[in-house]
Structure formats: structure tokens, C-alpha cells
């Protein structure tokens, strides 16, 4: 039986998710860790928070594999004064190594994007955008028409639940066949969208201005949009992540575990005042 060194693992998880693929503004790859430590088990969530890490470390893994980076900006310290400190310095104390892989799994294929056209059943699955030579968002056709509402409801099956729901802009009964996704915050692809002649785009972030011009500049038609939450519609990642990392390692005959987290790191808690076409 062989045992994993985290080096084996990382050049794994580069495989799937080649860090060059990531966008510019990006920080993917390893955070902490040492490249001979051994890896036996594997944990996988979207975020690094310190509950994430706990979890982690009362699991005994060795690896933390994240989708979000914990550190994108400048930091000139990691004393636990601070909640990335605090992270930064359990991960080391708990020798648990930390991976992200973040645009770069967004684009790959299979990725967050495909996780997520997947679970919707989505055929004919092809990318939204080609931007420097790697398919960003998928669009894709349901096998047959359906209503928005059963559209969304669909969608809800799929996704985990949120205390913040899934909203939807556009009429509950038009007819939608052609879905457009893209895991996270989305609403910098509209003009592709458009472009794809999707009836409705699932992304998650959406604000009001982008929002509210895109519904006008559609005039009521399509696309219908819907956001689906950040964490949710990236969560159907975790699975795909470990089957393919399980693919990959499996091959060596190796016992390392993956685990997924249990933890919801959606950060919003309840909503209230929620009415279906409330006026004023
Ligand atoms: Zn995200």
C-alpha cells in the first residue's frame, strides 16, 4: 500500500485544475502545508473558515482542499488577532496542509460549472464563453420545456437548502428549455448570456442594477434570471472534486480518505418579510 505525500497530491489536484487556467487576479494552489508531509485523509469544502478548519482537524485530515481562496490580499501578518490569522495559524499548528483551487476549477472540465449543468440534467452541455482559449460557463438544454416556477423547484432538488432560498426574476409560468449556469457570482456574463439565446441563467450574487438593466434590456423576455446562492451553487463542486481526486489517486492503490464538509458556510442565517409579488 502506498502512502501519499501532500506533493503527490498536489500534482494531482494540478491536473485537474491546471493553475495557469486561473484568472490573473487569482491566488489558487497550495496556502500551507509541506510537500513531504503524508496525506491520508482529505477534506473538501467551499470555504477555509475557522469551523471548516475545526471540522477538519476533528476529522484528522491532512489536507484541507478549498474552492475559495482564505488569503487573496496582501497580508503582513498571521497573528490570531485576526480571523484569516487565526485560520492561517490553526491550519499550521494542526499540520493541515491547504489547497485552493478556485477560477481555475470554475473553468475545468468537469468543474464547478459542469458540477452544476450536471445536476440539472442539462444535455448538448457546451461552454457560455471562450475567453484565452478556456470555456468559461456552460450552457446547456433541458430534454424538454418546463415552467420557471418547475425550473426553479428543480433547482432547489438539486441544490443543498439555504436559509436564503433561490429568487427568481422573470414570469412563473414561461416556458424555459435552454439553461445558461454559472457557479458564484455571475453577473459580469450577461452580454454572453444573451449571446447564447439561454431562456434563463442560474448564477448566484446578483445585484439590483445589473439585475433590474438586464430584465429591462430583455423587456420582460428572456433570459430570466435566478440566483441561486454563492455557497450553494458552488457546493455541488465538492463531489465532483473528490470523485475525480479519488480517480486520479485511486490508481495508485492508495487508502486515503475524502470528506466532504457537513458545514453550510453560506453566511446568511434566516430572512424574513419574503412575499411572492409584494407591492409596496
Ligand atoms: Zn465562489
Redesign the pocket.
Known amino acids: 500500500m502506498q502512502e501519499l505525500t501532500l506533493s503527490d497530491v498536489v500534482v494531482a489536484l494540478a491536473g485537474l485544475y491546471p493553475p495557469a487556467t486561473a484568472a490573473s487576479w487569482d491566488r489558487v494552489g497550495l496556502v500551507t502545508g509541506d510537500l513531504a508531509q503524508p496525506v491520508r485523509r482529505i477534506h473538501l469544502a467551499?470555504d477555509a473558515t475557522l469551523a471548516v478548519i475545526d471540522e477538519a482537524r476533528a476529522a484528522g485530515a491532512d489536507l484541507l482542499v478549498t474552492?475559495?481562496p482564505l488569503l487573496l490580499r496582501g497580508v503582513h501578518s498571521v497573528a490570531t488577532t485576526t480571523a484569516k490569522g487565526a485560520s492561517v495559524t490553526s491550519l499550521i499548528v494542526n499540520d493541515i496542509a491547504l489547497y485552493v483551487a478556485?477560477t481555475n476549477a470554475?473553468v475545468a472540465s468537469p468543474g464547478?460549472c459542469d458540477a452544476l449543468a450536471g445536476a440539472l440534467g442539462l444535455g448538448r452541455v457546451r461552454p457560455l464563453e471562450e475567453v484565452d482559449g478556456v470555456g468559461v460557463g456552460r450552457v446547456g438544454e433541458l430534454p424538454e420545456p418546463v415552467s420557471l416556477r418547475s425550473f426553479a423547484e428543480l433547482l432547489s432538488g438539486a441544490l443543498p437548502a439555504t436559509p436564503a432560498g433561490i429568487r427568481v426574476a422573470g414570469p412563473a409560468q414561461a416556458r424555459v428549455q435552454r439553461v445558461a449556469v454559472v457557479?458564484?457570482?455571475g453577473d459580469d456574463m450577461f452580454d454572453a448570456v444573451r449571446a447564447s439565446g439561454a431562456d434563463v441563467y442560474v448564477t448566484?450574487d446578483l445585484r439590483h442594477h445589473p439585475v433590474l438593466e438586464a430584465r429591462e434590456e430583455a423587456r420582460g423576455g428572456t433570459p430570466y434570471l435566478i440566483d441561486a446562492g454563492?455557497w450553494a451553487s458552488?457546493w455541488l463542486w465538492l463531489a465532483s472534486a473528490r470523485d475525480e481526486l479519488w480517480r486520479v489517486l485511486g490508481e495508485r492503490g492508495t487508502t486515503v480518505e475524502l470528506h466532504i464538509s457537513t458545514l453550510r458556510t453560506d453566511p446568511w442565517d434566516f430572512v424574513v418579510g419574503a412575499e411572492p409579488g409584494g407591492t409596496p
Open positions: 467551499v474552492h475559495h478556485h470554475d464547478v457557479g458564484g457570482a448566484a454563492h458552488e
